[in-house]
């Protein structure tokens, strides 16, 4: 099984709203990526969690709170976000940080903020 | 600052013929790992391609090849006989020995396969 799954596949929300965001691997992967994608653009490194604990922030606003319960699952709580946020988000796994293997991606979550 | 350059935003091809995909970067570093992503439209990111530094020979994956030429730090990406589902951007990517696992993106190029 070499599939990453992400819930739900489409979101649209207002600014005072809160959601999540859902991530699932089982490839036993203990680095989990958060990326935000802009339309036509690469994907940027938002989080990485390895070994369930958060080691990387790249410095994102704090109404993206991002959560890893155990080592399958990968949460992105979200409140009072902009219309800027709007993006695909996708979440991502590999073997381990610093492993220098493959990222899985998940098919991503399309997030529209109103 | 790492950086990865692909100079060509969008290409197109007709199915069945080769094209190359051009990818260049910059690193100090002696030892880093390459990779070609794929992107079809609406479907998630898979990897195509992968080639360590360290190794001089190029690597090959079905009618996927790589031109890596580590003295110039240029990493291109052929596709061979192309068919319609090779239609998605595709970034090139790389990843330095002292980054951990951060995978540095270039900004993409748009492949079009025409029938």
């Known amino acids: 099984d070499t599939e990453v799954t992400q819930t739900p596949k489409h979101l649209v929300m207002g600014m005072t709203n809160k959601k999540s965001l859902k991530c699932e691997q089982h490839?036993?992967?203990?680095?989990m990526y958060w990326y935000k994608q802009k339309a036509k653009k690469p994907p940027e490194l938002m989080f990485v969690?390895?070994?369930?604990?958060?080691?990387i922030n790249e410095s994102v606003p704090s109404r993206f709170s991002p959560e890893c319960p155990n080592s399958s699952l990968l949460n992105l709580h979200l409140h009072a976000l902009q219309p800027e946020d709007s993006a695909l988000y996708l979440c991502?796994?590999?073997?381990?940080?610093?492993?220098?293997?493959?990222?899985?991606f998940g098919p991503g979550t399309r997030l529209t903020v109103t | 600052a790492q950086t990865v350059t692909q100079s060509q935003p969008e290409m197109s091809v007709q199915e069945a013929e080769t094209v190359t995909l051009s990818c260049t970067y910059d690193t100090s570093e002696n030892n880093y790992y390459l990779f070609w992503y794929k992107q079809p439209p609406s479907r998630q990111m898979i990897l195509v391609i992968r080639q360590e530094a360290y190794k001089q020979q190029n690597a090959t994956e079905n009618r996927f090849s790589v031109n890596f030429q580590k003295a110039a730090k240029s990493f291109s990406l052929k596709i061979s006989d192309s068919q319609l589902g090779d239609t998605a951007m595709y970034f090139c990517a790389f990843i330095e020995e002292t980054s951990g696992s951060r995978l540095t993106f270039g900004e993409g190029t748009q492949l079009t396969v025409n029938p």
């Open positions: 991502a796994s590999s073997l381990g940080w610093g492993d220098k293997d493959e990222q899985y």
């Open positions: 490839m036993g992967h203990r680095a």
């Open positions: 969690y390895s070994y369930e604990k958060l080691s």
